[in-house]
């Protein structure tokens, strides 16, 4: 289980499997909470970009140090739950490499378990949002190649 | 300026900010964003949750009478309340709430214009403190059948040439997306819109405050489009909540007496077997 994923991440899909109900709300919550203030290299980073599928309009950049990605978001405060998302990939992809990422399953966050209270809308986000720092990855893996 | 028709369904943020400490008034907030409220709400208001709260936890379907009953016990919402509704995304959600309400006998209901993002803006105050008010023995009416439209409604409203008012976006309404723009999980197995129906999507409604537009240009935009008062209308959507706010704008600032709500919507429609459907850019008035 969770062989897939990068180690932080996987803690932070287990710590939601372990909450129950509400609980996960909470733990949703407290990431969106911790999301950070935007970088400020990050207005100025011509590699922000919109991601599109998102009903919430949401921007992230990516950053290339030493063959390790990290990357960055501006999510408007109305929507936390979008927030929480990022806030999940931001922490559980810092500093992984291009290939980690690709390995991630696509539906990874299903084993959350956060589609037993959240409909299955409110899970596009983060399924959009993995779309597009996967191909950020695909797109660092060609640079390095 | 001309009013809208049944004004006291509507109140303004300011009216709501006077009557925080008010008994006999409910604020309940209802959202898109499931975190949301937590984040902060206005001082004493209850939450409701689209998924969590209205709908019905096993079949398709939102809460029964006796559900509808206990949930306002717990909300602390008596037969006599005065039950206000806001919420994010121009209101979307809140009036779907206030639909319900309606349809379970709830007299007195209105919706605060310019939802949450209006009360915002203005620098009133919000909190994170979760209130909770004493039980009430609440008691639904029968159901309201006249504001929801069935499937087997809507085949016989096409039979009849009546006005249908499909509320999506353009691409939705044409066949060219399955799904809104980012819900893709929400989709239906064909694409399209339910013959001679117009698209107006709903947000056409509001100005960018989140607030209605004016009774004029309400008018010009429905009336343009053949969606005339004098003829029974129903509006749809994808899972009937954004038809909801466009059932209000027709049926309370515009005062069409006959309007309903199809919540079955296009995830019912797109998915039905034999049901007609139509593509492309459709009828035009």
Redesign the interface.
Known sequence: MNVNLPPRLAEIVSDFAECEGREK?EL??DY??RFPPLPAEFNADSDAEDV?????PVRMSAKLTNGRLTFAFDVP??????R?YAMIIMEGLNETTPEEILAIPAEFYLQMGLQD?????????M??ILAHVKRRAAEALEKTD | MAEYAHPEFLVETEWVAQHLDDPSVRIVESNEDALLYDTGHIPGAVRVDWFTTLQHPVRRDFLTKEEFEALCSSLGISNDTTVVFYGDKSNWFAVYAFWLFEYYGHEKRKVMNGGRARWIAENRPLTTEVPSYPPTTYRAKEPDASIRAFRDDVMRHIQERLPLVDVRSPKEYTGELLHMPGYPQEGAQRGGHIPGAVNIPWAQAVNEDGRFKSPEELRQLYQSRGVTPDKEIIAYCRIGERSSHTWFVLKYLLGYPKVRNYDGSWTEWGNLVGAPIEKGEGSQV
């Open positions: 709300l949703l919550l969106a909470r599109p599928e998102c009903m919430t405060a109305e929507s936390p739950t979008v929480g209270v959240l409909t299955a809308q409110r899970l596009n986000g399924a959009a």
